[in-house]
């Protein structure tokens, strides 16, 4: 069965405290995992897609990465502004549908 | 260029009564998603339209939802006789087709149904 789990829950950072969030995935032939952000009351903002294993995509603080089972998505010197929730998601290659964890809620402290 | 809209932003609604929601994805955009997002849960897919080929519905969750794509442009998903439980955010996001899959999401139209 296809499906998403995304670790922790929540994470609460001090401003320039660099950590990571996990994405594992179990998928049925992987099209693409696709990472976004969700701030309150607003749809999810896209952010980053890979497509296999060995691949990394920047902008700005963020950095993802993948590999068969997990992606990462890497927080270095984050600001206040980078608190919001961080949604993951796979796409498999025999199906028509996006496959979501539940995201990581992000609070960064200044 | 514009974004994915989707109207209204919020719906309060009594409990038995219709509601229609709209979306309009972004131009030339041919894949549509319905998802559904409810407080704490991870988005829910409901529905996906690809150009003119017949829409994948195995994710609505009763006879009660349907959806529509007029012109493989504009959306409307219909929820007949409105329950409590249907209160939720309902977000559309559009593809611009098979090979590039990324997709991006409307703000969302929260539903609330007392």
């Known amino acids: 069965e296809d499906q998403v789990t995304q670790s922790p829950e929540a994470l609460r950072l001090q401003e320039g405290e660099s950590s990571s969030l996990n994405c594992s995935y179990t998928v049925s032939g992987l099209r693409g995992l696709f990472w976004y952000r969700q701030d309150p009351g607003k749809g999810p903002e896209f952010l980053f897609t890979?497509?296999?294993a060995g691949e990394e995509k920047e902008k700005e603080r963020l950095k993802a990465t993948l590999t068969k089972k997990e992606s990462f998505l890497h927080i270095t010197a984050p600001k206040p502004e980078d608190s919001a929730t961080y949604l993951c998601a796979v796409r498999p290659y025999n199906f028509n549908k996006f496959y979501f964890g539940s995201g990581t809620k992000l609070n960064v402290k200044p | 260029g514009a974004g994915v809209s989707q109207s209204p932003s919020n719906k309060v609604t009594e409990k038995g009564k219709d509601v229609e929601l709209r979306c309009d994805p972004i131009s030339g955009h041919t894949a549509l998603y319905w998802y559904r997002q409810s407080l704490g849960q991870g988005l829910e897919f409901l529905i996906y339209?690809?150009?003119?080929?017949?829409?994948?519905k195995s994710g609505l969750p009763s006879d009660r939802f349907s959806a529509e794509r007029t012109g493989g442009s504009v959306s409307t998903l219909t929820i007949q006789r409105t329950q409590q439980e249907d209160s939720a955010v309902y977000l559309c996001?559009?593809?611009?087709?098979?090979?590039?899959?990324?997709?991006?999401f409307g703000q969302g139209t929260r539903l609330t149904v007392v």
């Open positions: 339209f690809q150009g003119n080929s017949a829409p994948d």
């Open positions: 890979l497509y296999s």
């Open positions: 996001a559009s593809s611009p087709g098979r090979t590039n899959t990324e997709a991006f």
